[in-house]
């Protein structure tokens, strides 16, 4: 096939799902360009330890320029703005108009910062590696201030917010010196797990922590914090982990509802529209999925192959999300969860760190080499071993330190 017959894929979000599919897509087939408003590549799950120094910034990030450069695709550094379905083409941010044959849109989705009236302002999210850099060194500034109080209000106690506070117990656990507010609208940190929430207490015993479950911020000032029972929580520093909305641009293009997630078939294909395919935290699969970096890295390959499919007049292929357990740091310790039931023990934190380890260099690779492929899959698979290790060791006490928490 010469170049001239080559398909034109535009692929908006160059993170997990993005470049996944970018790096599985030949050029020899297909001419692809990526937009992404921002220069590097990020790996999101591991930025709260920039928190507490165990990682450096450069070790979460790649270059976009450089890695489509090397897989011989383009790279423009601007944003989708809009999505003209009829004439197949996208506009951009810097005023480009760009057709394509068929558009992937890898978008993840936004934080919810600006429905809280205060909190773009006044608050700091954890939702990328800057802002996490920012944490570290604004906690760092409140710690060496001669204050009768340095309190801190931290807003989310999900995931992002319970693996930032680890992190921030990590760094300042021997010289404790906050006074830390814990805010969540749940009854319960993990209310899924029976007796979880009591075991994120114990893990802070002693430290001057005052948790606020049930509770909903109405707004975010520059030294205070307001719940909606009225009462008004003291902060210098407002920490925001409060959870993600969807994306506007699929909304805006006739592809989701507004304020929905925007909804594909099993093939990843958009219900409105076979051109444009949907992978990651911007879509609304049929059945409920996480929103989680290996749904998205996943997705973005999927979708290659369906183009790749489509090319040879093959039917698309439907994802098949595997069931793997969700991993979760906590400071010095690590929490494994599945459907039925959660692991804790510090080894967790092992997995984690292999997940990274074995994944992260693979986007920076030329190629998507099959070496590589089984070598990020053999990580995922001792995460599972691990795992199975853990829950058999329970099950027969060998392995007397693991915690387990049945899901409710
Ligand atoms: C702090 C944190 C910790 C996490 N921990 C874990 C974890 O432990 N395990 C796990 O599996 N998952 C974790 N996640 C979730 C995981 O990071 C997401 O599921 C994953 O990033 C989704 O990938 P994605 O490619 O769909 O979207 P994203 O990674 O969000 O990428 C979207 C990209 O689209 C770009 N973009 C946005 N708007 C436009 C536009 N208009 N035009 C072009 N580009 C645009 C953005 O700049 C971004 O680069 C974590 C997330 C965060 C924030």
Redesign the pocket.
């Known amino acids: 096939m010469g170049m001239q017959s080559r398909r034109n894929i535009i692929i ?7 470049l996944m599919a970018a790096r599985s897509l030949s050029p020899r087939h297909y001419q692809v360009t990526l ?4 220069k590097d ?2 790996w ?5 330890e920039l928190v507490s120094r165990q990682k450096k910034p450069a070790q979460l990030r790649h270059s976009r320029q450089h890695i489509l450069d090397r897989l011989g695709h383009s790279f423009a550094m ?4 809009s999505i003209e379905r009829a004439a197949k083409r996208i506009l951009t941010a810097d005023g480009r108009s760009l057709p394509y044959d068929d558009l992937i849109l ?4 936004t934080g919810n910062i600006d429905r809280i009236p205060g909190a773009r302002e006044h608050a700091l999210p ?3 590696i800057a802002n ?1 850099e920012r944490i570290g060194q604004q906690l760092q500034r409140l710690d060496a201030l001669a204050l009768p109080a340095r309190n801190i209000v931290l807003v989310g106690a999900n ?2 917010g319970l ?1 930032l506070l680890g992190e921030i117990i990590r760094r300042y656990r021997r010289q404790w010196r906050f006074t830390l507010h814990v805010v969540d609208a749940l009854p319960a940190m993990m209310p899924g797990y029976r007796d979880l929430d009591g075991w994120f207490r114990e893990l802070c015993a002693g430290l001057d922590i005052q948790w606020h479950p049930g509770r909903k911020v109405m707004s975010v000032a520059r030294d205070a914090v307001t719940l909606d029972n009225g009462v008004e929580l003291e902060s210098r520093l407002t920490l925001w982990c409060a959870g993600d909305v969807p ?1 506007p ?1 699929p909304a805006s293009a006739g592809l989701a509802d507004p304020g929905r997630y925007a909804p594909v078939r099993p093939t990843l294909q958009s219900v409105h529209d076979d051109h444009v395919w949907i ?4 879509s609304r699969f049929p059945i409920p999925l996480d ?6 890295m996943a997705m ?1 390959s999927l979708i290659a192959s369906n183009l790749r499919r489509r090319r040879q007049a093959r039917p698309p292929a439907e994802y098949r999300p595997l069931p793997i357990p ?3 740091s906590f400071g010095d310790t690590g929490l494994m969860l599945f459907k039925s039931h959660a692991l804790a023990h510090p080894g967790f934190l092992a997995a ?1 760190e292999g997940v990274y380890q074995g994944n992260f260099s693979r986007f920076n690779l030329p190629r998507e080499s099959r070496e590589w492929r089984e070598l990020g899959e053999n990580v995922l698979d001792s995460a599972l071993n691990m795992t199975r290790l853990a829950k058999r060791s329970w099950e027969e006490r060998t392995w007397l330190d693991a915690r387990r928490f049945e899901a409710f």
């Open positions: 908006a979000g160059g993170n997990f799902a993005g937009l992404d408003p921002a590549f990020e999101y799950p591991n930025i709260h601007t944003a989708v703005s890898a978008i993840g989705n954890c939702d990328n996490a995931f992002v693996e994306h641009l992978a990651g935290d911007a929103k989680q970096a290996f749904h998205a973005g969700r991993l979760l984690k």
